[in-house]
């Protein structure tokens, strides 16, 4: 399930959730000047190196491992991790997310604490990654742990809210509305039981997808939703434009 767009009223602009996508932009596009491809896998020395330097490595962290060159304060990298991507794929699908979830949160909590939010949930998401990949030196990035806080207090706040879904399944494709709550939910319980699946397991990352990441962002931002929420508190029929009836 792919969501495209919700039909939830925002009441300000999202220009902060516009520079963020802009800035995951840009770094993307300097890191396929480093030769970044397709896979994180047989990349050019230079952008290994930007890797090794600007990503969250667990080992670092938990050993004091000096994988490669490393940024002064090493806690830097938990920022500027969740500004890198892999491939386009990867923050193709990071930016839908945002795009989708990340405008009508800043409308209700206010830039200022929209951008707090956000970089906190990051933060928190890549502690969580590190607890549980303490003897990892994969280099873990991408925006993803942060977007799990937005979806975590978007299912808080808007739960009712219809999602215009992309579903494929097989051959057969088709798009629908569905609830927040569902959409959300079915998501994080994949993270979940991902996560509980690879538990021991000696897998890189399982498979390249840092799920703990996702789950801890997920459960931060679910959290701190309390903390940095605006007035409206609950989600209402008057908070969305229904969709047309007919035509998806």
Known sequence: MIPLSDANRRTRFPIVNLLLITLNVLV????TTLGAGINLEGQSREFAT??????????EYTQGADIGPTPSPLFLTLLSSMFMHGNLLHIG???????VFGDN???????????IFYLLSGVLASIAHIL?????SVPSLGASGAIAGVLGAYLVLFPRAQVRTLVI????????????????????ALQ?????????????QTGGVAVWAHVGGFVA???????????RKRFTGRDYVPGPPTGY
């Open 105 to 115: 949160i800043e409308s209700n909590m206010g830039h200022v604490k929209y951008l």
């Open 192 to 204: 979940f039981i991902q996560g509980v699946l690879s538990l021991g397991a000696e897998t890189a």
């Open 28 to 31: 993307y596009f300097y890191e």
């Open 50 to 59: 930007f890797l090794a330097t600007w990503a969250v490595i667990p080992t």
């Open 169 to 188: 399944f097989v051959i057969f494709i088709t798009i629908i509305r569905i609830s927040a709550l569902l959409l959300i939910g079915i998501w994080f």
């Open 132 to 136: 549980f990949n303490v003897g990892s």
């Open 221 to 231: 931002g679910a959290i701190l939703v309390f903390l940095f929420r605006g007035p």
């Open 93 to 99: 699908s990071n930016m839908l997310y945002l795009w």
